[in-house]
């Protein structure tokens, strides 16, 4: 019904920034929350970044709070990432994803629709 497309990864130093971009398409009518997670090599995949339009609300893993701005362009359909001073350690790949049926309590959880994910790696 919905599908995500991530783009904006790449390579990078150590103190770089890049903005992830998320375009939706298909059938996206409706109150979706957003949200950015990532998954390095050999590793749990975890939550970045989440955002509820209709709610104004928005939320941050400390791990990239502060640093880290997750955006809407309404015209563009499309959700961004902006990633400032960004470290080894958020080498992973990150997935944007989708959901029209969670709980805001539930936006670190899993999501009904996700992207195929883009690379960020962060050299030192």
């Known amino acids: 019904q919905v599908q995500l497309v991530e783009s904006g990864g790449g390579l990078v130093q150590a103190g770089g920034s890049l903005r992830l971009s998320c375009a939706a398409s298909g059938r996206t009518f409706g109150s979706y929350i957003m949200g950015w997670f990532r998954q390095a090599p050999g590793k749990e995949r975890e939550f970045v970044a989440a955002f509820w339009w209709t709610g104004g609300l928005t939320d941050y893993a400390d791990s990239v709070k502060g640093r880290s701005t997750i955006s809407r362009d309404i015209a563009k359909n499309t959700v961004y990432l902006q990633m400032n001073s960004l470290k080894p350690e958020d080498t992973a790949v990150y997935f944007c994803?989708?959901?029209?049926?969670?709980?805001?309590?539930?936006?670190?959880?899993?999501?009904?629709?996700w992207g195929q994910g883009t690379q960020v790696t962060v050299s030192s």
């Open positions: 994803a989708a959901d029209v049926t969670i709980s805001w309590s539930q936006r670190r959880g899993n999501y009904q629709y």
